[in-house]
């Protein structure tokens, strides 16, 4: 069983369209996360829920929403894409406190 | 706020060792986490360091030093599936925070 999942693996959309990506973890992990990986690959946490309560949003658009109906799930959708959004997009979860985070397999995000 | 530093790329050749250095700057830290990453993958947990100390996990070997606000990495024994990415990752005392540094390329070389 895959541990964190996400769907679609990838994602090619127009400027200005709304899209959504879906994360799914298996390990019972109270805590999950939303980062961006540029072409660059330098890697940046965009947001954090413990127990389904936001608990860090870093300085992201408000075009960006989470959405986290329950401890297992943390959805992200993106409203009025940008060139600038493509990038890869990865879920993690992890024990809060623990500093061991299970990544899932990212999404690629192509917006056109 | 958080910030690390890592050098951006490393080369060696395999069967060598190979440190990658962190330093952090971080409010509220709680712990050091290096992760690898491949073309193409995702990142994989590798160690994590919360106490001073040496972490040793089969050729890989993480190391903490808090009152230096700096640790490394330690890969022995290269081999050349070892080249990837890696990070270093500085979690909060929230706990909620994970900074990652810019990465660090490691190329293997025959």
């Known amino acids: 069983d895959t541990a964190v999942s996400q769907t679609p693996k990838y994602l090619v959309t127009q400027m200005g369209n709304d899209k959504s990506i879906k994360c799914e973890q298996n390990l019972g992990h109270d805590t999950m996360y939303w980062y961006k990986q540029d072409s660059k690959k330098f890697l940046k946490i965009m947001f954090s829920?413990?127990?389904?309560?936001?608990?860090i949003n870093e300085t992201v658009p408000n075009r960006f929403s989470p959405k986290s109906p329950d401890k297992a799930h943390l959805n992200l959708h993106i409203n009025s894409l940008e060139l600038g959004d493509s990038a890869v997009y990865f879920c993690?979860?992890?024990?809060?406190?623990?500093?061991?985070?299970?990544f899932g397999p990212g999404t690629r995000l192509t917006v056109l | 706020g958080q910030s690390l530093e890592q050098p951006s790329e490393v080369t060696a050749v395999e069967g060598a060792i190979v440190q990658i250095n962190c330093t952090y700057q971080?409010?509220?830290?709680?712990?050091l986490s290096w992760y690898q990453q491949h073309d193409g993958g995702a990142p994989t947990f590798l160690s994590y360091?919360?106490?001073?100390g040496l972490e040793e996990t089969g050729r890989f070997s993480s190391f903490l030093s808090r009152s230096d606000s700096y640790g490394y990495l330690l890969l022995q024994e290269l081999q050349m599936k070892d080249s990837a990415s890696y990070f270093c990752?500085?979690?909060?005392?929230?706990?909620?925070?994970?900074?990652f540094g810019d990465g660090t390329t490691l190329t293997v070389k025959p």
């Open positions: 990752a500085a979690g909060g005392a929230n706990a909620g925070k994970s900074t």
């Open positions: 971080t409010s509220g830290f709680y712990g």
């Open positions: 993690a979860s992890a024990w809060r406190g623990g500093g061991e985070q299970f």
């Open positions: 829920y413990n127990n389904k309560e936001l608990i």
């Open positions: 360091n919360a106490l001073d």
